[in-house]
Structures are given as structure tokens and as C-alpha cells.
């Protein structure tokens, strides 16, 4: 038993204690403020009584080196983006008390029944919806996960900081900025909640797979990397920087993205012309939206003359339950670099689908697919109609 989250104190890392009081103000405009006259008094009372109960709590120390105070046990997490709900997921999907993006149809045959029972709560940063101060009070989470690292800017996480201060919620950061981070992720959220043999399951997998597409692709020259481009919009026309974390594993599976520059936003996007993508002549495109890839299979038209297409190798990305690459990013990059490699390097990089894909979704979902996941999970290679080559 604890104390309703607006009566906590919650301990920061500078050492400082909030006073109960006003949250933030939620992104809808709407006002969360706790104007209760006796609340403060209330939890006075209340914190007498289970003053007993406070060698339960203990300290932690996160990725970016605070050190905060959680249960003892842990039994309710709240993610605020995307990629932090997918190390829940697979590591302790019975914890999560609420989805950030909205499952989509597929995913619940390889997801828990109780994900698909969560309310809708938004991100803190991202697209979509806004996670509010007023909805954190309702959840009545133990801990709450929040992203960190290079991609998310100082004055974001300060920002994180003072929401949840202001919730008495205490926030967990982790840092996700590429996936050589995803097996630490995966060993301290673990140990935060008590899973520590399966969190280390998870992140031998993670590092095994690195370290095979790495020992197969690393010493390719750039020059002899094949030529990507990474389409993405239902027009194929946004794509990303090269050095967008948004596009690494194309990187790891040793390809070379076509798109070079510095990246405008974290969110990337970028948009470019149909003249840019022929001028880049990809001999590869990655295609992460299907009304695009419907388009192109209706049309074409002058996306014939990329070399990509003529020559029948399109790639679109798996995307259930989780995409293998990208939005959001996560653990699927795993089994995704492996893909790529073994279509961008079929000599260095021997990729078994079905087996892969197979033990992979058996690890981290607890589901086996059965022959007709396979075929849609694995139905990767398009050709437009009239082309010679076959779907694979």
C-alpha cells in the first residue's frame, strides 16, 4: 500500500523535496491543479498512519545517473514513448498501465490479451497524443520509464523532471539512442523490477545478432555497400539523413543511405523529389508505408526508371507486432539488421527467415508463428506488375 501519487513526496536528484501542491498544467490546456483545501492535511493523516511501511521503498539509479526512490516491489509502470513500451512488452507486459500508440490489427496475435484491455495515454515527446499530468495521477503508476540519450535533447529531459515532480510519480531514464543500447536497457529495467534472467536472455540475443552482422559487414568498403533509399510517407517522398538514428540499422546491415545530410528535426522526415530519388538511383528501397507500395504497384510510372525497381527490390518493412526497423524504434532491429544483411549482402550474411523470425518472435513475445505468420510476416520483396521478378 502507498500513498495516492499527488500526496508523495518524491525525492529529485539534486536532493530536493516538492511540497504537495499544483501539478502541471496538461498540453490540452486544461488545468490538472490538485485545488483540494483539506488535501494537504489529508495526506498528513494518511502519511502517520503507513509511516511504517516506508522501509519498503529503496533507491535506484538510472541511465543518466539519478538516483530516485521506488517500491520495493513494482507493479505498475507507465511508458511516456513508444520505444520504452516496447522493452515492457517483451520484458514485463502485465506491468504496463497504458499504451502510447494504439495496437494495430495483427498485433494481438502475438501480444497479451491484457495490452489490448490498456486505455490509450499518449507520449511525452513524439507524435500523437500528449501524455497530461492529470492522466499520470489517474494511472497511478509506481515508476514511470522516460528516454534519454544524445537524441533527446537536455531541455526535453528537464522538462520529463519537473512533470513528474510535480506528479510525485517517480521517473526512470534510459538511454535508447541506437540499438548497441537496447541490452543495458533491457538488464537495469530487469533489476528495477525483478526480471533479471529474462532481461539477460533478451540482451545476449540483442548483442548476438550485432555482433553477426557485424562480423559480416563492417570491413565492406562504403564504396562496395549497396546504394538504399529508406521511403517513407504514402507518397514515398520523405526519407531520412544518413545519420539519422532513424535509419541505423541500414547502416549495420551494411548499406550505404543515399540520403546525405544533417537531419532538420529528431523526428526526421525529410522530404525530398522524385527527381532527387532518380538522380540517387537506388539499387535498393526500403519501404516503410503500404499506401505507398499500393501506389507503386498500381502506377509506377516514372519510379520505373530507379534502378530499384527495375530491377525488382523493393523491401517493405515487417511491421507486426512491432516494426523490424523504425517508428518506433526498438528490439526489432534485432531480427531487422539480420534481414537487411542477408538482402544487401546474401554472399557475407546467411539470413534463415523462417527459423530466425521463428525463434526470435518465441523469445520475445512467447508466441511461435505458425507457417501463415511466416508467409505474411516474411512477404518482404515486391514487384511492380510486368516486372520479371518474383514476390519472395
Given at each position: 500500500m502507498s500513498l495516492p501519487p499527488h500526496c508523495h513526496e518524491h525525492s529529485t536528484s539534486t536532493g530536493t523535496r516538492r511540497r504537495p501542491g499544483n501539478t502541471l498544467a496538461p498540453r490540452n490546456g486544461h488545468s490538472d491543479r490538485l485545488a483540494f483545501p483539506h488535501l494537504f492535511a489529508l495526506c498528513l493523516g494518511v502519511a502517520a498512519l503507513l509511516s511504517p511501511l516506508a522501509a519498503s521503498a529503496r533507491q535506484v539509479t538510472d541511465m543518466i545517473g539519478r538516483q530516485i526512490e521506488v517500491p520495493e516491489n513494482i507493479e505498475r509502470v507507465l511508458s511516456t514513448s513508444p520505444p520504452l513500451a516496447a522493452l515492457l512488452y517483451s520484458l514485463a507486459p502485465e506491468k504496463l498501465v497504458g499504451l502510447n500508440l494504439p495496437l494495430r490489427p495483427g498485433d494481438e496475435r502475438y501480444l497479451p490479451a491484457s495490452l489490448q484491455e490498456l486505455p490509450l495515454v499518449g507520449s511525452v515527446l513524439g507524435h500523437g497524443r500528449a501524455?497530461?499530468?492529470?492522466?499520470?495521477?489517474?494511472?497511478?503508476?509506481?515508476?514511470?520509464?522516460?528516454?534519454?540519450?544524445?537524441?533527446?535533447?537536455?531541455?526535453?529531459?528537464?522538462?520529463?523532471?519537473?512533470?513528474?515532480?510535480?506528479?510525485?510519480?517517480?521517473?526512470?531514464?534510459?538511454?535508447?539512442?541506437?540499438?548497441?543500447?537496447?541490452?543495458?536497457?533491457?538488464?537495469?529495467?530487469?533489476?528495477?523490477?525483478?526480471?533479471?534472467?529474462?532481461?539477460?536472455?533478451?540482451?545476449?540475443?540483442?548483442?548476438?545478432?550485432?555482433?553477426?552482422?557485424?562480423?559480416a559487414v563492417d570491413a565492406v568498403p562504403e564504396a562496395q555497400r549497396p546504394r538504399v533509399y529508406y521511403a517513407q510517407g504514402p507518397d514515398g517522398l520523405a526519407t531520412e539523413c544518413h545519420n539519422s538514428f532513424h535509419v541505423e540499422p541500414i547502416a549495420l546491415a551494411g548499406g550505404h543511405n543515399v540520403h546525405r545530410c544533417a537531419p532538420s528535426s529528431v523526428m526526421g522526415m525529410e522530404k525530398v523529389s522524385l527527381e532527387q530519388v532518380l538522380a540517387y538511383d537506388p539499387e535498393f528501397i526500403v519501404v516503410q508505408d503500404p499506401v505507398f507500395l499500393s501506389r507503386l504497384d498500381k502506377a509506377g510510372g516514372a519510379w520505373r526508371n530507379v534502378r530499384a525497381v527495375r530491377e525488382g527490390k523493393i523491401l517493405t518493412v515487417p511491421r507486426t507486432p512491432l516494426n523490424w526497423l523504425d517508428r518506433p524504434p526498438s528490439f526489432m532491429r534485432a531480427l531487422g539488421i539480420r534481414w537487411l544483411a542477408g538482402e544487401f549482402h546474401p554472399q557475407r550474411f546467411q539470413f534463415h527467415p523462417r527459423r530466425t523470425t521463428r525463434e526470435f518472435y518465441r523469445l520475445f513475445f512467447g508466441v511461435t508463428p505458425g507457417e501463415d505468420d511466416l508467409d505474411s510476416l516474411l512477404a518482404t520483396r515486391v514487384a511492380l506488375p510486368g516486372d520479371q521478378h518474383s514476390h519472395r
Open positions: 501524455l497530461n499530468s492529470e492522466t499520470v495521477l489517474q494511472l497511478r503508476p509506481d515508476v514511470a520509464l522516460a528516454w534519454s540519450g544524445e537524441t533527446i535533447g537536455s531541455s526535453d529531459v528537464e522538462q520529463v523532471i519537473r512533470q513528474f515532480e510535480k506528479t510525485g510519480v517517480p521517473v526512470f531514464f534510459i538511454d535508447l539512442d541506437n540499438l548497441a543500447q537496447w541490452p543495458a536497457a533491457f538488464e537495469m529495467l530487469g533489476e528495477l523490477l525483478g526480471r533479471q534472467a529474462r532481461a539477460a536472455a533478451l540482451a545476449n540475443e540483442i548483442r548476438k545478432a550485432l555482433e553477426e552482422v557485424a562480423l
